[in-house]
């Protein structure tokens, strides 16, 4: 079998695989066309953050069995394309996170004492002592965006500098903060008017992106520093440019640009702005380990051994009566989640029928759909336990001898919220058949709005009048009634994104009780 690796990986990664009689091409720095050309005779891809794995590539990635990302973030591949062409992605999600943390200390230091300017005047033969007037970390307060892996070991290091640590991570339990030392604050608002420090660990999702542009600036301290090692994107660059051009930011370090791998950026110039060209994982260590483990993975993959950092969850010895329910406790999770309006505290997960044959693999997926408003979660069935205690999660799974007269069905509850789907036929289209016990029958699509209101005649066409007058078409519609409740909710599948005031303006029509906008 062959294995292409585009992005450069240890030599004893290469290894680990020729040793296993694979035939190994590395081909650096390969133009879209060129990859397009060369993937399908591969039968599996090593990947580090420069190659885009579109969903063209994947397509064209015929004989492709696996795919391995040697880093953390696999945010430069289709996974959902992968997902759907059968293709397992994997990466080492632990690889680079200690050299994340120590490049993002080292920038922190970098700026707050201003070294490389102070070098550069050096090797231009310039002795200036006055020019360079630093600030200490010392008694200072650092704000961490982003409390998982790297923010956490960035807490760690931070206290060990004196610093104060607080953090905003509205997915993050305050258990977890408080083992990390870190006070866990609610909204942005309340923090950035506070740091001294801020340092950047989030994924880069819709939610994330311009995270940071000029409003959050001008909340800010005069004379913060900032840092960013999580991607570019997240922090509007023009607008921090604005904002050191003013005086109110005294310095930045910053690892990854927007235009990566384009240096072009509005902070080049100025001096105190340290900029490194995405270096957080460019370490011999950081590199051995994600080189190393991800010829492993691949090579298990291939192998048809158990590949354990598999983030789609895509596993071909999983019966079909188990897998179909994969997407389907994925949506389970994440309509609950939204429901609930962030990650519940309790998640009990009960399956009955074949689907149960797997319950570590259901909650998995269940969970993964809870963390997925938060980017890529990487659950998979061997860090499920390990990921629901990182997030606060109790979880608990049964199986149970009544499917409701379905082949099979899942039902979660979460802090008092339910929600059951099954899977039946063989279009794998997942069907909601009940919303906090309301019973209904709908095929959920991107969009959709959820009301919970009084009973009474109108009411829909009120609905209908309002969302048609705000240009929202509405696809499908299911109405669930209970007997013990003079409520009902309706469930309507919309084609595009409800706004909060058009939302708010139906249930203020309809007297609706709960309201909620679900993206799928
Ligand atoms: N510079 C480099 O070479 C490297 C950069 N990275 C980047 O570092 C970042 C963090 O990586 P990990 O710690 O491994 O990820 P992680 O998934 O362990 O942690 C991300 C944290 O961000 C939180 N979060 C998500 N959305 C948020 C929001 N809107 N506001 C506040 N918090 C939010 C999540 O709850 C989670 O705790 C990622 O962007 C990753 O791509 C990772 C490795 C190397
Ligand atoms: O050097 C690399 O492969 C990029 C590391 C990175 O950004 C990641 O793992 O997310």
Known sequence: MKILVTDKIVDEGIAILRGKGYEVDTRYGMTPDELLAAVPAYDALIVRSATCVTAEVIEAAKNCKIIGRAGVTCDNIDVDAATAAGIPVCNVPTSNIVSAAEHTMALMLAAAREIPAASNSLHEGRWSRDEFMGHELFEKTLAIFGLGRIGGLVAERARAFGMRVIGYDPYCSVSRASQLGVALYDSMDEVLPVADFITVHVPRTEETHHMFSAEEFSKMKDGVVLVNTARGGIIDEAAMADFMAAGRVFACGVDMLEAEPAPETPLSEFDR????PHLGANTEEAQARAGVNIARYVANGLEGLVVPTVINMVSSDLADAVANY????????????????????????????????????????ALGGVLSRQGQASV????????????????????????????????????????????????????????LRYRLDVV??????????????????????????????????????RTDCKEVLVFLNVESEASKDVVDRVAAAIDANRAWSIRL
């Not at 997407?327 to 309006?341: D, I, K, T």
């Not at 007269?405 to 069907?431: F, K, N, R």
């Not at 009474?456 to 007058?469: D, K, M, N, Y």
């Open 380 to 435: 998979s069935s061997e860090n499920v336990d390990a990921s629901a205690r990182r997030h606060g999660v109790k979880m608990d799974v049964s199986v149970s001898a009544d499917s409701r007269g379905y082949d099979s069905i899942v039902s979660m509850e979460a802090d008092g919220l339910e929600i059951s789907a099954t899977v039946p036929g063989s279009l794998h289209e997942t069907h909601i058949v009940s919303i």
């Open 273 to 276: 702005a340290v900029l490194t």
């Open 444 to 481: 959920p699509a991107d969009y959709a709005l959820v009301f919970l209101y009084p009973d009474e005649p109108g009411q829909i066409g009120r609905i209908g009048t309002i969302l048609g007058e705000e240009g929202i078409n509405i696809s499908t519609m299911a109405i669930g009634k």
């Open 326 to 365: 994969i997407p389907a406790c994925q949506m389970c999770g994440s309509v609950l989640a939204q429901l609930s309006g962030g990650i519940p505290k309790n998640l009990s997960i009960m399956a009955a029928g074949p689907c149960a044959n797997d319950l570590q693999v259901l909650s998995a997926s």
